[in-house]
């Protein structure tokens, strides 16, 4: 997966806003106002480095694909224990990077207010919500 269609997946996402609140260069994705996805396009600062995507992962998740994928580090300037910043270097199956948008976007959602999570379920089914 490159970082073209990583954006489209992640746009896809119910209510999902795209957003550049840190640097021109970092599109950042929210639901209900809660990031649950970053992507810098050129590795951050470095125009060398290849694209990277930081996804929020349940913690002992977070270090089996760690220790599964090299391409999957703790998230760069983010809670480590929470966060993976992975590199889109197509080491990684799209299916597998998908699996783990989704799961960071499930993470966000059921962490919502009461009231913003009752918001979606009126408007989509739980299967697309929590898909992971």
């Keep these: 997966m490159d970082c073209n269609q990583a954006q489209q997946y992640l746009s896809q996402k119910p209510e999902a806003q795209l957003c550049y609140p840190f640097d021109p260069d970092v599109m950042v994705f929210k639901v209900k106002n809660k ?13 060398n480095q290849l694209p990277q995507m930081n ?58 207010r009461k009231a913003e999570l009752n918001e979606l379920l009126l408007h989509y089914p739980e299967e697309v919500l929590f898909a992971q």
């Design 55 to 112: 996804l929020k992962c349940d913690p002992d998740q977070a270090q089996e694909l760690r220790d599964v994928f090299e391409a999957v580090k703790p998230g760069y300037h983010m809670n480590k224990r929470h966060w993976n910043t992975i590199i889109l270097d197509g080491t990684i199956p799209s299916s597998e990077i998908e699996r783990m948008i989704d799961h960071s976007y499930t993470l966000v959602v059921k962490g919502l």
């Design 35 to 47: 990031m649950f996805a970053l992507i810098s396009p050129n590795g951050g600062k470095n125009p």
